[in-house]
């Protein structure tokens, strides 16, 4: 039986390390994201790398209209490309500056509307049919941001923290089914959204993160920090009381 | 989304740091950009100030990916394989695919690239930008003859599909262009059917003239030949060294490369490499061939990069880094030209581990293409006070005999020497006044050996 992972935003490195990952374990993958241009290659990357069957879709996410169509595109689409379980993997992301937020207020609905918002629908349509599948798995990207707001990019983190709230239930209310649900806390990434960037330390390589995501989703795990030691800063974090906490410039 | 627009300048920002080639020195205070795909790349040409130069894996030795003040736009995000066609064959990837990269996707197919230098770090940019040999230059030339296009991005923003016939200047211009004609996004590369293993057949020479002869024997019997040579042996020992030739394995499925590679992740104390160690050492590689000479099967991958067994190998040389010097000399002045290479780097003192001898075939389609027919020896000089005589010395030996220095390796050389070494430089130049007039694209290197020209 061959799975299928559909997979949101794989221009990301992340998720495009991640397809890999899933390509070289045998999966067939339907790669999703807004821009053609930048996802025709990485389609054309992921199938030379791995040999894998890989199927594109090129859907703005973003846009509400469109997401109850796309829920249906996606299962279908996917669904079409292999005999096993469809499997979903979304890295979900805008991260704007916390001072360019400020001077844009409106920017709060854009980041909870594509952090949080899009993504909870899609999956609030898509969970019936994991139901019904009766197994797969579902990996969804969130951030270390999320476990304490911090002046430096509370908005972002807020929004965050909305998902993981979203997916801890959701996993609750999957698991009856044999649905897997694998929330990813990452810590820095060295992608763009880190690089030359002050103040960021111990960034991770995408291809090492999507590795431990893959080993940690086949393994059944809740939640993955990735790297590992970000689990043990941010139980540090989150444990320092709020009188000190709000006085820390973090 | 990740792919959804994150503000430009996040998407551009750069981050500044002191950098140096494989060879650590020299160094450079720059500024970097790593775009995520050619579209960032294009903007960041139009909207940085400053000059810019395309870097790829760090494998040059001295400062040909270096720009003091400048900034490098670091190209090895850009790895996408967009086309394998099997039937040619045939692949066409983004630039900062590696030559390690490009090896374990062709494996499968029993497929390899036809020319690959001596590291798998190295990236398909920085090959084609140094038109990089193998040891296999005989028969095969240079990357250079293995290209359908390239697809450049000019500094105007425009994207042009090189072709040798359809754009036969802008092409040879690109072609050991040392990055100064534009930034590589693209190239469609020729391969080769080839066995994933090789039988090495290892012999010992004990003198110059005995190694130069096996070398001339096996260029035209064998699909590869490179020679280890002592450096610190003289006198009647001079030049005294090893001879591997390969051939592919008849049967295809040969060990398979292990993944596991072992590091060197901190500085050696500079003094721990002297004449005595090193000659140890040289002589311990020579005298474990047995005179007989032996042959052994080794996974391809493990031929082409011996030096990859042991990551961050440069860092043997300590903080103070390394110079390497490589040669090419034509065949009638090569015999005593060498030795006299030889002999003044032993008298010197100034140890080099094992250097590197090996013959060249066709003059190079670039117009600062390095291979030119005779033979080419490359040696490590580490950095101590009077390594720059030392150089010097090379160079003029290299100049009296008609030869030229790769620039890929130099850190050294003086700007007078490159014209005489490099004919069809004006040429060169004359496309990079007209695709770049404004010198928007500089290196060290550039600058250091006036290779733009016009001061
Ligand atoms: C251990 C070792 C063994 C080697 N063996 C060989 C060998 O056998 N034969 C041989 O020929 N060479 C050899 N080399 C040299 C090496 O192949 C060249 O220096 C090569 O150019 C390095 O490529 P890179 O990707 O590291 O590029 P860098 O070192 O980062 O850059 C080298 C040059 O390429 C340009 N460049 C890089 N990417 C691009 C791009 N995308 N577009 C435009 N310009 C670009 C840069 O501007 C610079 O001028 C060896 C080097 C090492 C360290």
Redesign the interface.
């Known amino acids: 039986m061959r799975p299928v992972w559909i997979v ?8 495009r390390a991640f397809a890999i990952e899933a390509g070289r374990a045998g999966a067939a993958l339907l790669l999703v ?3 053609a ?2 996802l025709a ?2 389609a ?2 992921a199938a ?2 791995t ?1 894998a069957e890989v199927d594109t879709l090129v859907a703005d ?2 846009e509400p209209a469109g997401l109850a169509a796309l829920a249906t595109t996606c299962w279908d689409r996917a669904g079409a490309l292999g005999d096993g379980p469809v499997c979903l993997f979304a ?7 916390q001072a ?1 937020i400020d001077a844009q207020p409106e920017l709060v609905r854009r980041v909870f509307a ?1 952090n949080a918002v899009s993504l909870a629908e899609l999956l609030q349509r898509l969970a019936p049919r994991f139901e019904a599948q009766r197994g797969g798995r579902i990996v969804v990207v969130g951030s270390v941001a999320a476990e304490r707001g911090r002046p430096s990019n509370y908005v972002y983190g807020a929004s965050k923290a909305a998902l993981q709230t979203y997916l801890q239930g959701l996993r609750g209310r999957l698991f009856p089914a044999g649905v897997g649900l694998t929330t990813v806390v990452p810590g820095f990434l060295d ?3 880190t ?3 002050p103040g960021t330390f111990l960034v991770a390589a995408p291809e090492t993160a999507a590795r431990r995501i893959w080993r940690a989703a086949a393994r059944g795990r809740e939640v993955v920090y990735v790297p590992w030691f970000w689990r043990w800063i941010m139980l540090v974090i989150r444990l320092i009381p709020e009188p000190l906490f709000k006085r820390l410039k973090l | 989304m990740a792919d959804l627009p994150l503000d430009a300048q996040r998407r551009l920002r750069s981050a500044t740091a002191v950098r140096g080639g494989w060879g650590r020195y020299p160094r450079a205070t720059m500024s970097a950009w790593r775009p995520e795909s050619p579209e960032d790349a294009a903007a960041l040409l139009l909207r940085a100030d400053g000059p810019l130069l395309p870097v790829g894996g760090l494998r040059s030795y001295g400062d040909q990916a270096l720009l003091t003040g400048g900034g490098a736009i670091r190209m090895l995000r850009l790895n996408r394989f967009l086309a394998l066609d099997t039937a040619t064959p045939a692949v066409e990837c983004e630039a900062g695919v590696t030559f390690g990269e490009l090896l374990e996707v062709l494996a499968p197919h029993g497929l390899s690239v036809p020319v690959s230098p001596g590291t798998r770090f190295v990236t398909l940019g920085g090959a084609i930008a140094n038109d990089v040999h193998g040891k296999n230059h005989d028969r095969f030339g240079a990357v250079g003859a293995h290209l359908d296009w390239i697809d450049l991005l000019l500094v105007s923003g425009e994207v042009r599909r090189l072709t040798p016939s359809g754009t036969p200047e802008l092409f040879a211009a690109t072609l050991g262009g040392c990055g100064l004609t534009g930034l590589i996004l693209r190239a469609r590369l020729r391969l080769q059917r080839t066995s994933q293993a090789v039988e090495v057949r290892y012999s010992r020479h004990d003198n110059l003239e005995a190694l130069m002869a096996a070398l001339v024997e096996a260029r035209n019997a064998a699909s590869y030949s490179v020679a280890w040579l002592d450096a610190v042996a003289a006198g009647a020992r001079l030049g005294r060294g090893v001879l591997e030739t390969a051939e592919p394995a008849a049967d295809t499925d040969g060990p398979r490369a292990s993944d596991r590679w072992l590091a060197l992740p901190f500085d050696l104390p500079g003094g721990l490499l002297n004449r005595w160690t090193v000659g140890a050492f040289n002589a311990l590689y020579y005298r474990r061939i047995p005179v007989g000479g032996r042959t052994r099967r080794l996974p391809l991958a493990r031929f082409l990069y011996p030096l990859d067994a042991i990551g961050g190998w440069n860092r043997l040389y300590g903080r103070a880094g390394f110079h390497q010097f490589q040669c090419v000399l034509p065949e009638a002045t090569a015999p005593t030209g060498l030795a006299r290479i030889l002999e003044r780097v032993t008298a010197s003192g100034r140890a080099s581990f094992l250097a590197v001898l090996k013959t060249l075939g066709a003059e190079g389609a670039g117009h600062l293409s390095f291979p030119r027919p005779g033979f080419t020896l490359a040696l490590d000089i580490p950095r101590r006070p009077g390594s720059l005589e030392l150089l010097a010395a090379l160079e003029r030996l290299t100049l009296e005999h008609e030869g030229r220095v790769y620039l890929a390796k130099d850190s050294a050389l003086s700007a007078e020497s490159v014209p005489v070494m490099y004919p069809r430089l004006p040429a060169f130049r004359r496309v990079l006044a007209e695709v770049d007039p404004e010198a928007r694209l500089q290196s060290d290197m550039a600058r250091r050996l006036g290779l733009r020209g016009g001061g």
């Open positions: 949101l935003g794989a221009t990301s490195p992340l998720a994201a807004r821009d241009e930048r290659p990485v054309a990357d030379i790398r040999g996410f973003a890295a979900a992301g805008t991260m704007p500056d360019q594509v992608t763009a959204m690089y030359g960037l």
